[in-house]
């Protein structure tokens, strides 16, 4: 009964199931009376379903989070962790500000990596829009609140996308002579990072985290409702795709 009542509200109550279920019943009334453009309509229908489905949102991230897996043996002289989203004035233990789930992942990983090494890390990502937080700063704040010493921390808060990652952290590492980096990003963004790192002349060492589904598909039956959260995974991977295509374009 439980698992009836869960596939009925995400199905009919809450979008996008609330959509297509409604774009489905426009699809049939307009089909009963022979209106011209339902097949537009229900191939459009259809098209939200699959995009909106885990089963076919977790394909499309699985493709991008299985090009590259975590070296057994770490090795670098300085871990390099891209932001990924911040609040601004949301109250944490240390300061305001918290990292969104993304980057929060990724700073679990850059210190476990440091905890490992004992090498310094580097935190890259700025103010991106007014409403949203300082990450470097942010992050230099949990990472301290972690037992992390100030001394090992490198706060880059300059960049607003992945080309400044990459551009202002090749002027860290040629200052401070760190030629190993350790890149540190969500799984799903490892291979744009990594091309954006080549085309300023970085050989990094990619250690994928923060995994939006598992390595391997294993099939259940929930896997065919529509869900809002495997929607946003189609978009993240085609914005990813499509950051692809601009690395290698321009």
């Excluded at 499309?60 to 891209?82: A, K, T, W």
């Excluded at 905890?115 to 310094?120: A, F, R």
């Excluded at 065919?224 to 929607?231: N, T």
């Amino acid at each position: 009964m439980l698992v009836l009542i869960k596939f009925l509200y995400i199905t009919f109550l809450l979008p996008p199931g609330l959509f297509i279920a409604a774009m489905t019943v426009l699809c049939l009334w307009l089909y009963r009376r022979k209106q011209h453009g339902v097949w537009a309509l229900a191939i459009l229908t259809g098209l939200l379903y699959l995009i909106s489905t885990p089963l076919v949102g977790d394909y499309l991230m699985r493709s991008l989070e299985n090009r590259y897996q975590p070296p057994p043996h770490v090795s670098g002289d300085v871990i390099v962790m891209l932001g990924g989203g911040a609040t601004a004035d949301t109250p944490n233990v240390h300061g305001t500000g918290h990292l969104l789930g993304f980057a929060a992942n990724r700073l679990l990983t850059a210190a476990q990596l440091h905890y490992i090494t004992g090498v310094p890390i580097i935190v890259s990502g700025g103010q991106v829009f007014a409403n949203t937080g300082k990450e470097a700063e942010i992050a230099e704040h949990i990472l301290r609140g972690l037992g992390i010493p100030a001394n090992k921390i490198i706060v880059e808060g300059q960049s607003l996308n992945t080309t400044d990652n990459a551009k202002f952290t090749k002027m860290i590492l040629d200052e401070q002579g760190f030629s190993r980096p350790i890149l540190v990003t969500s799984a799903f963004h490892m291979e744009r990072s990594v091309a954006q790192f080549t085309k300023y002349n970085m050989a990094v060492t990619p250690y994928p985290t923060d995994y939006q589904t598992n390595t391997r598909f294993i099939f259940e039956w929930y896997q065919l409702w529509p869900r809002a959260d495997a929607f946003y995974n189609t978009q993240l991977v085609i914005k990813e795709y499509l950051g692809l295509l601009a690395v290698s374009w321009f």
